[in-house]
């Protein structure tokens, strides 16, 4: 049974910090990309990150970009979120997923999902 199962969301004010973690059971983790999601009350789910198999090749959203690093610790089973320099903007549920193929930026290409944790920055 898969699960990913993610912590380290809560309240932070503007200009601080958070670092998400997903941990992974159930799947051979090495064998999948991961990415990293969110969605704002009144929004669609939003590509924030994503980082390959090889933890080489990396990718972000607009809107996070320079702000936020993804990584991963295969030995671990866990994907990271670093958040710095956090905006209002960026409140919202995140979401952790795991992908084998596609395109990493799209909600369909994930075949496995955490349950979210919610991040709120306030100003």
Request: include cysteine; glycine fraction near 12%.
């Amino acid at each position: 049974q898969v699960q990913l199962v993610e912590s380290g969301g809560g309240l932070v004010q503007a200009g601080g910090s958070l670092r998400l973690s997903c941990v992974a059971s159930g799947l051979t983790f090495n064998r999948y990309a991961m990415g990293w999601f969110r969605q704002a009350p009144g929004k669609e789910r939003e590509f924030v990150a994503a980082i390959r198999r090889s933890s080489g090749s990396l990718y972000y959203g607009d809107s996070v970009k320079g702000r936020f690093t993804i990584s991963r610790d295969n030995a671990k089973n866990t994907v990271y979120l670093q958040m710095d320099s956090l905006k209002s903007e960026d409140t919202a549920v995140y979401y952790c997923a795991a992908s084998y193929s596609g395109s990493f930026t799209y909600t369909d290409s994930y075949a496995y999902w955490g349950q979210g944790t919610q991040v709120t920055v306030s100003s």
